[in-house]
Structures are given as structure tokens and as C-alpha cells.
């Protein structure tokens, strides 16, 4: 017997089916045991197929695994969507009164339930409970004390009046007592051990809310896209307690300008999408990184291109952030390997945002954002927050970025490349900024020698960076290993879990390196050079981060650039040549 | 810098315009360096948020704290800019292609925001920068290198726009005429809610018919018709609509529209933050368990 339990309940949109595995959910995670969810839905109001599941148990769990041990059917069609996780110890959990299920027959050596859930809901005090009917009978078949319930029902239902409450938890149990009466025979090899262990429930775009309003995050401007959606409902609400303020826009394209204007006046500010909505923001990303305006973007990856598989899980974007946009600009991109990450990395994020004045890509991806996972609480460490908000200058600092003529000189050609900000309203700091390539005063300039330095100061920022912050990658497996597997995102959870099944004499020794930070990145050249062989896994079709360990690792090529805005002349070219060649 | 001391030539930067002689935008300008003087704000908190073409060079003419952003996106930055900090004027100049045409989806959106900033379109129906195509405000006829017969459709009629989005100041002035300009873009500073100023702003180089003289000759100044009232629904609707005459002045005022501010209850500088998370941040922890 395994140490998980896996769980899910499966019906149509519109059946309750991600409210009922959040209430079970919950109640796992306040009896101390871990828990991680994962749903399958379609971009659908009602009808269609959709499940949430839970996998359980009292040591961490990060991933899915194909393996079904019990099943709350709501449809037939649940039962077939999942008839391959099903096992010889598997249970469902059905409605043999529902017509659907009248011809049903469990698929061989599963053990089904059938269980008047809408009979027994109605016994209580309404149909509308027969999904915690079944979750009743599910205490009853996991040795699950169904007290575990009750908090978690008081939770979902605390706006609806104690007699609905009070319903709920009676539905729970006669769900709990018609099994006890009714399978007495029927072996049901599930414990579900309590420990006393206080656990937090969160998903991936709530961890990247949360570490918004932790980081100073005062404004938020989205516009609403599956699965990043989540981040502005967590917002809503709750950043108003901090002094901050939702805005949902008309469009991403004034989403993203939105976010600029309030990190134009110094407010710490971001803005969430996916895929198509960064399509529309790359129009206005690049005047944020020209202009130099802290800002940060959490992209929430889901399938595309185009519209795609709006509800299914892809890493497909790597190139887009890394590269979007016409010209050539830094930015970062930080990509969260798990869901505390998202916390931790989003409040990292405005950091970096500050201090670089730079826009900051946050990538997380569906599964991430959707998924729940539970952590102790002092994972999310408000005291441990530092707001480091790099070179703000005041009113007395004022006058040592004045030129001559005491104007402001917002992006001053520094050694390190990061230039004085002040925030409208300073005294002495009046300045500009524009998208048209720029003096140190913010003007336009068409001059070469104005122009290079200061494309020249704005990568400088980058290689300050380099020196100043740990860009570090994460380890797993064994560090002498001869063969490397690497990873971004969110797939550490599964690459670790899955080192458990490669422990055999036979299995190859592995090193993982799961990395978070893809631009300023860690060097991995020693790493890979030092490896037999190299893997990276990606949820993708072409490997595009495999593509920028590749890249890292070539060193073949000479580069002769011109970015002066002046053709290349061919008696000058001649000489370059010949001096690379040299 | 004490507000009390400013000169309207404190909101005059150093740069002098590329604009073409006799280009409208110069009247424009001065009116709204005027009229940010005259309402007695200061360079250090203003904002002036720019669009692009000939109007978007604003930014770099005038003199506070700006941004000339990307092209139609100027009024979602103004809006934000203000949001973040409500202590700030700001102001979002562009013209008609700017406004009505690539960034029309937000001029709407935000007239019904009602976010107290003031917008001041320098429309000359033409694209000028571009060296003269057909703007959204262009009339139907007219002739241009894309579009020799015309349009031949009709144009925009921005003021109808702002009142069907439910605007609460509306307002029409021309630069030439700098006195009313001024005047009108003051009042629009004061208008507690999102204003609009279409300023008629004519380019001389490439627009022979919407010219200085037409607009002398065909507008009607509307604070001369003791029977106006500008916060008569009704009677702003009439004249906005009303294809046969082009009016000057403000068509319609509604002095007890909440801005965006109070119904959001939006008010504090959003700049300042403490050193680490903020207070009651960890209650957001105990939230998720």
C-alpha cells in the first residue's frame, strides 16, 4: 500500500466539482496531512468533463501520479476519463439512482459505492448537497474522522447562515452512515492518518498575490484571462487593506500602461496575464524598459498559440519574454519552481524591479496557478521581507544628478548603469522619459555616440546584477552524478518525485538542477560540460530553454554590432573584420 | 517650488518646438501652461502624459514631470499616474489619431472612469507627422495621399462619444482663439472628474480646409448664448449632435458626477512603503489555512 492517497471527483461544469475538492482539500490540510491538487477543466461554464484531485498524504507531496484510489463519479463520463488511474484497490463513489448511472457497471475488480447521494442530500435538507453527501461517504471508506469536515464546511459556507451549515455537516454524515450500514463487508484498505500539524492551503496565483501586497504592491491593472485571473480576484479586496487599489482594464494593452502610469509616480505596481495578453502588453514593454520603469509582470502560462488549449498547462512562452518585443531591451525573467516560490519570487521581483529599473517578468504556468499545496505557515515569512527600493532619490539627493542647468538627469550614464529616480512631486527632479531613444534628460537624441551609450547603460544593469544578486539554481538528486537533468518552472515538484522511482541499482544516477532565474541567469557551462549527458525537461514542443543552455554553452561565434542607427559602412566593415579575424 | 511664485514660463521647457510655424499646437500649449499656472500648480507636481505624432512632442516642450508614451495609450498611463497618486495634476495631451482613432477603446473607457485628469486633444483631422493621411476626424471628402476621394466616411464625432460613455465635462476650444483655450482648459483643471478638451489645433502644412479662417468663421462660442446651460442634458445633446455647426465653449458639465477617486475611495500617494511587508501581512497567511 502506498503512502498517498489519490482522490478526485469528476462531473460537469457547473456540478460544484472545484468547490467540493476544495472543501475536502481544506479539511486534509487542517487535519496535518499534505496535500496537492490539480484539476482538469475545460474553458466551459457548464457541461463538458471536469475534475479536481487531491493527493494526499502525511509527507509532502508536489506532484501528480497516475494513480486513482478513490472517485466520486457525478457522470459516467468521469468514470471512463479516468478508467487508466483506476487499480484493483480503486473505489468510486456513485449515484446508481441518477439515470445515467442505470445501466452502470463498475470496470473490472474496481469496487463502486452506489449511494443514494441526492436521496440522502434531500434527507438533509436539499439536493444541492449531494456532493457533500459523497464526501461523507468518503470519511467513512478513508477512516477519515469526519469531524475534519465540519471547519472546512464552516468555511465554505460561512456568509449563508448557520442552518445551511448545519445541513451541510448532516449530509456529511449520513453520506458517512449509509456507508458504514451499507458496505460493512466491503474491504476498504484506506486510513487516513490526522497529525497535529498546522498547514496553509494556497495556489500558485494566490502565492503571487499574497508576495504582491508583502512586496509593497499598491496597484494592480489586469484585464481577466484563464489562468491568471486569479491573481486580480485575490487582489480585489485585499490589497485595498494596504492602501492599494485594483483596476480592471478594458484591455491588456491599457492594463499594462495603467500599471506604467502608477510606477511612473512611484507606486510599486504590476499587472497579470497570459500568453495572449502578453502578445498585447509586448507593445508597451518595450517603452517600460526604455524608459526605465520598474514594473512587474507575472505570466501566467497556459497552451497556446493563439487561443490554444485555454485551460491546459504549456511552458511555451520562454522566447516571447525573453525576446518579445521590436528592438532589443533587458528585462528580467524569473520563473517560480514551485508554489511557495511564486511567493517568495514575486516580493524578489519588485526588488529587482527597483533596483534595476527595469519591467521583471514573474512566469508561473497553469498547473502551478491552479494547483494548491499545502505548506507550514512559516513558509510564508512576512518579518523576513525586505523592500529594497535601489537608487530612489530624495530632495536632499536631488541636486547631485542635476546637470548644469539643474535639470534632472533621469537616465545618467552611471558606472553601474542604474540611474537616479525621482518620483513626481520632488522637488529639483522634474524630468521626462519617452520611448524615442533618449538623453540622460529623459529627451529625444538621434545621436550615435548618445544612442550606443545608452543601449550600452542599459545592458550594464544586467551585468551589475550579475555581481550583486545570487542568481542560483536549485539542486536535487545526487551533486556527483554523471548525468544532468534540468528543469524551469514547475516541474521540480514532479522531476523530484520522480527521482524516487529511479532508485534502483539499475537506474541512472541523476543530478537535478531546477533553475528559477532565466534572465540574469546561473552559468551552467561547468555543469553541462561535466555531464556525461544532459537532459532538460520542458513542458514544450521545442525546448526553448534547452535552446538557451545550448546557446550559454557555444562559444564559437564573434559578434561585429552596429547599433548606432547608421548603415554599416563597407571600408569600415573591412577593418572590423579583419581585426575579429586577427 | 511654492505654487504661489509659478509663471506659466515655468512649464516652458528649454527645447524649442519642431513644429511647423503657424502649427496650432503652439497655441495649444501656451493655453495649457496658462492654465496649469493660473490654477495654481507647479511643474514639480504635474504630470503630462503625451501621445504620438506632432501633438505627443508636448512632453519634451513643456516642462514637469512627463511621459510621451506609446502610440493611443497615453490616457490608461494618465489614469494610472493619478490613481498612484491623487496629489498630482495631470494632464494627457495627444491629437486626433492618438485619441479617436488607434487609442478610441480607451478614451471611452476612460470618460466612464471619470478619473479626475484632464485630456487635451490637439485635433487638426489630419495625420501630420506622417505627412498627411485621413485622421478619424477628417471629413468624409477629404482628399488625401490615402484617400484621393475622401474617406468617404463620416467622421468621428468625439464630444457625442465622451457624453454617450457618460462624461462630465465636455469641451471644445480652438487654439488660435488663446484667451477661451485658456479659460476652458482652466475650468477643465477645476472639473472634479475626467474633462475633455477637443482643441481644434489647425496644421497648416497639410490641411487647407479645416484652416484657421474656417474655424474663425464657423464656430460659435457658446458662452455668448445667455440661453445655453451646460448642465442641460438635453440641450448638450442637441448641440453635440448637431452636424450643421461646430461650437465653441463647454457643452456640457455635470458639476455632481463622482469621480473615480471618491467611488473607489482612492486617495492616498501610493509611493511611499515601509521597509519590509506591511503591517497585517501576515493575516493574509492565516487566511489559507
Known amino acids: 500500500m502506498h503512502d498517498d492517497l489519490n482522490w478526485a471527483i469528476g462531473g460537469e461544469a457547473g456540478d460544484g466539482i472545484a468547490s467540493t475538492g476544495k472543501i475536502f482539500a481544506q479539511a486534509l490540510s487542517r487535519a496535518g496531512r499534505h496535500v496537492f491538487t490539480s484539476k482538469d477543466f475545460a474553458s466551459r461554464i457548464r457541461g463538458g468533463y471536469t475534475a479536481y484531485k487531491v493527493r494526499t498524504s502525511v509527507d509532502q507531496v508536489q506532484s501528480v501520479v497516475d494513480r486513482l484510489d478513490i472517485l466520486i463519479a457525478l457522470t459516467e463520463r468521469t468514470v471512463d476519463e479516468n478508467l487508466d488511474e483506476l487499480h484493483a484497490d480503486s473505489i468510486i463513489i456513485y449515484d446508481g439512482d441518477r439515470t445515467e448511472f442505470a445501466d452502470f ?151 499594462i500602461n495603467l500599471a506604467l502610469g502608477a510606477a511612473r509616480a512611484g507606486a510599486r505596481s504590476m499587472t497579470a496575464t497570459s500568453g495572449p495578453g502578453i502578445d498585447l502588453m509586448s507593445e508597451t514593454f518595450g517603452l517600460v524598459a526604455t524608459s526605465e520603469t520598474p514594473l512587474v509582470i507575472a505570466n501566467v502560462m497556459r497552451s497556446g498559440p493563439s487561443t490554444g488549449m485555454p485551460t491546459k498547462q504549456e511552458q511555451g512562452d520562454l522566447n516571447m519574454m525573453l525576446k518579445g518585443g521590436h528592438g532589443e531591451i533587458p528585462r528580467f525573467v524569473v520563473a517560480p519552481t514551485s508554489v511557495a516560490e511564486c511567493f517568495h519570487k514575486t516580493v524578489e521581483a519588485f526588488n529587482l524591479a527597483e533596483k534595476y529599473q527595469l519591467p521583471v517578468y514573474v512566469t508561473a504556468d497553469l498547473s502551478m496557478a491552479v494547483t494548491e499545496r499545502t505548506y507550514p505557515p512559516e513558509e510564508f515569512d512576512m518579518d523576513a521581507v525586505e523592500i529594497e527600493r535601489g537608487k530612489l532619490v530624495d530632495e536632499d539627493e536631488i541636486s547631485a544628478w542635476q ?98 522511482y529511479l532508485d534502483g541499482d539499475d537506474d541512472p544516477d541523476i543530478r537535478v538542477v531546477s533553475v528559477p532565474y532565466i534572465y540574469p541567469r546561473p552559468d551552467l557551462t561547468d555543469e553541462v560540460e561535466a555531464a556525461d549527458d544532459v537532459v532538460v525537461v520542458e513542458a514544450n514542443a521545442t525546448g526553448q530553454f534547452a535552446d538557451v543552455i545550448e546557446h550559454d554553452v557555444l562559444e564559437r561565434v564573434t559578434r561585429i554590432n552596429n547599433y548606432t542607427g547608421v548603415d554599416f559602412k563597407a571600408d569600415e566593415l573591412a577593418a572590423e573584420i579583419t581585426e575579429s579575424l586577427a | 517650488m511654492s505654487s504661489e511664485n509659478v509663471r506659466f514660463t515655468d512649464f516652458k521647457s528649454d527645447k524649442q518646438p519642431t513644429w511647423c510655424p503657424g502649427c496650432g499646437d503652439f497655441g495649444t500649449m501656451n493655453g495649457m501652461m496658462k492654465a496649469l499656472a493660473e490654477t495654481g500648480n507647479s511643474p514639480d507636481d504635474t504630470f503630462v502624459v503625451a501621445g504620438i505624432g506632432c501633438s505627443g512632442k508636448i512632453g519634451t516642450y513643456m516642462r514637469s514631470y512627463a511621459l510621451h508614451g506609446v502610440h493611443g495609450r497615453a490616457l490608461p498611463v494618465g489614469t494610472g499616474v493619478k490613481l498612484a497618486n491623487p496629489d498630482l495634476e495631470v494632464m494627457v495631451a495627444g491629437g486626433d489619431g492618438d485619441g479617436y482613432s488607434i487609442g478610441a477603446g480607451h478614451f471611452i473607457h476612460a470618460v466612464r472612469r471619470n478619473v479626475d485628469i484632464t485630456y487635451v486633444v490637439m485635433d487638426n483631422r489630419i495625420y501630420g507627422l506622417t505627412k498627411g493621411q485621413a485622421s478619424p476626424t477628417s471629413r468624409s471628402d477629404f482628399e488625401t495621399s490615402t484617400s484621393p476621394d475622401g474617406p468617404k466616411q463620416p467622421p468621428v464625432n468625439p464630444l457625442a462619444l465622451a457624453m454617450a460613455a457618460g462624461g462630465s465635462f465636455i469641451a471644445q476650444s480652438f487654439s488660435s482663439d488663446a484667451l477661451r483655450h485658456q479659460e476652458i482648459v482652466q475650468e477643465a483643471i477645476e472639473h472634479d472628474g475626467f474633462s475633455l478638451v477637443n482643441t481644434f489645433s489647425p496644421c497648416v502644412t497639410f490641411n487647407d480646409v479645416d484652416t484657421y479662417d474656417y474655424f474663425r468663421d464657423s464656430l460659435v462660442d457658446l458662452s455668448e448664448d445667455d440661453d445655453y446651460d451646460r448642465h442641460d442634458y438635453d440641450q448638450a445633446k442637441d448641440a453635440i449632435l448637431d452636424a450643421g455647426k461646430e461650437y465653441l465653449g463647454v457643452l456640457y458639465q455635470d458639476e455632481d458626477s463622482t469621480p473615480y477617486s471618491e467611488a473607489h475611495g482612492v486617495t492616498e500617494n501610493m509611493a511611499e512603503l515601509p521597509d519590509g511587508a506591511p503591517d497585517g501581512a501576515t493575516d493574509l497567511v492565516r487566511e489559507f489555512y
Open chain 1, 105 to 255: 457497471e463498475s470496470p473490472a475488480e474496481v469496487t463502486g459505492l452506489d449511494i443514494p447521494l441526492k436521496d440522502l442530500a434531500e434527507d438533509a435538507g436539499g439536493a444541492i448537497m449531494r456532493n457533500i453527501v459523497a464526501l461523507g461517504a468518503v470519511c467513512a471508506v478513508a477512516d477519515f474522522p469526519i469531524e475534519n469536515l465540519d471547519e472546512s464546511l464552516e468555511k465554505r459556507f460561512s456568509g449563508k447562515g448557520e442552518q445551511i451549515i448545519e445541513n451541510n455537516k448532516q449530509a456529511a454524515r449520513l453520506g458517512a452512515e449509509y456507508v458504514a450500514e451499507e458496505f460493512e463487508d466491503v474491504t476498504l484498505p484506506y486510513e487516513l492518518e490526522t497529525t497535529d500539524e498546522d498547514y496553509v492551503l494556497l495556489n500558485g496565483d494566490e502565492a503571487i498575490g499574497m508576495g504582491a501586497i508583502a512586496a509593497g504592491c499598491r496597484f494592480y491593472a489586469g484585464y481577466p484571462i484563464t489562468p491568471a485571473t486569479d491573481v486580480m480576484e485575490y487582489l480585489t479586496g485585499r490589497i485595498e487593506q494596504f492602501g492599494g487599489h485594483v483596476v480592471q482594464a478594458e484591455d491588456e494593452l491599457a492594463a
Open chain 1, 403 to 500: 546637470n548644469d542647468t539643474e535639470q534632472f538627469r533621469p537616465h545618467a550614464d552611471t558606472a553601474d548603469g542604474i540611474s537616479p529616480r525621482a518620483v513626481p512631486g520632488t522637488e529639483g527632479g522634474v524630468h521626462m522619459s519617452t520611448g524615442l531613444e533618449h538623453d540622460e534628460l529623459g529627451r529625444r537624441t538621434e545621436d550615435t555616440d548618445v544612442r550606443v551609450d545608452q543601449v550600452d547603460k542599459r545592458y550594464r544593469k544586467v551585468d551589475t546584477a550579475r555581481e550583486r544578486e545570487q542568481f542560483d539554481y536549485r539542486e536535487f538528486g545526487d551533486s556527483d552524478a554523471d548525468n544532468l537533468v534540468v528543469s524551469w518552472g514547475s516541474n521540480e515538484g514532479t522531476i523530484v518525485e520522480a527521482l524516487e
